[in-house]
């Protein structure tokens, strides 16, 4: 079983529509959740940033942990033909020596105009 | 500059090569990354180096060669490549901090092809 599963599209949606991305994972010592956003042949770009459970909302963009399901969502209302891009999640334990991040194989977006 | 910067963008090579990837950082972070990026798989870290230290090499064969000679550049060196070292691979940053935080900046990235 891979530590994080993501689900790697194409997800395809009209523009305005509410967008659903999510990653389930296995390791219960996850505590600090990661979205990245990359557009094509440009390197990831931190999206939103969450640690341990609850919902945080930046703009059009809500992140949502629910470490007892373990299942991370990331919402974007009122989709535009700019979010087109591949959606990543990472996540990463406590401690440790290093700062080693697990990434999902990412979600491509696609929001039609 | 700004960010995390890479060159080159885009590098072809043959077997019998030696060539260099170079990364900087411009955010004042004290640790850098290598991750390899190829299609329909997750981001495979390569190397990390906290403080100019090595502390993490995931069995990345020998024909990748990191190098960091302060906390602001980050080098790899490739010699001997194959094909399926074909990739496009990542730089990132992080500001290590006791307690946590662990967001990663990453630069555009470097497009590689092995002939």
């Known amino acids: 079983q891979k530590e994080v599963e993501q689900d790697p599209g194409p997800l395809s949606v009209p523009e305005g529509a509410i967008v659903s991305l999510n990653c389930t994972y296995s390791n219960s010592a996850f505590q600090y959740f990661m979205w990245y956003r990359q557009y094509s042949r440009k390197g990831p770009e931190l999206l939103m940033y969450t640690y341990s459970s609850g919902n945080k909302e930046d703009g059009r963009f809500t992140a949502q942990v629910d470490k007892s399901s373990k299942y991370i969502s990331l919402f974007i209302r009122d989709s535009q033909p700019s979010d087109s891009a591949t959606y990543l999640c990472?996540?990463?334990?406590?401690?440790?020596?290093?700062?080693?991040?697990?990434f999902g194989t990412g979600t491509l977006l696609a929001v039609q105009p | 500059e700004t960010g995390v910067t890479q060159t080159p963008r885009h590098l072809v090579m043959g077997m019998t090569n030696k060539k260099s990837l170079k990364c900087e950082q411009h955010l004042g972070h004290n640790a850098m990354y290598w991750y390899k990026q190829s299609a329909k798989k997750p981001l495979e870290l390569m190397f990390v180096?906290?403080?100019?230290?090595?502390?993490e090499n995931n069995s990345v064969p020998s024909r990748f060669s990191p190098e960091c000679p302060n906390s602001s550049h980050l080098f790899l060196h490739l010699h001997t490549l194959q094909p399926e070292d074909s990739a496009l691979y990542l730089c990132?940053?992080?500001?290590?901090?006791?307690?946590?935080?662990?967001?990663?900046?990453f630069g555009p990235g470097t497009r590689l092809t092995v002939t």
């Open positions: 180096y906290n403080f100019k230290e090595q502390t």
């Open positions: 990472a996540m990463s334990a406590i401690g440790g020596a290093t700062n080693k991040l697990i």
């Open positions: 990132a940053s992080s500001l290590e901090l006791a307690g946590g935080r662990y967001e990663q900046y």
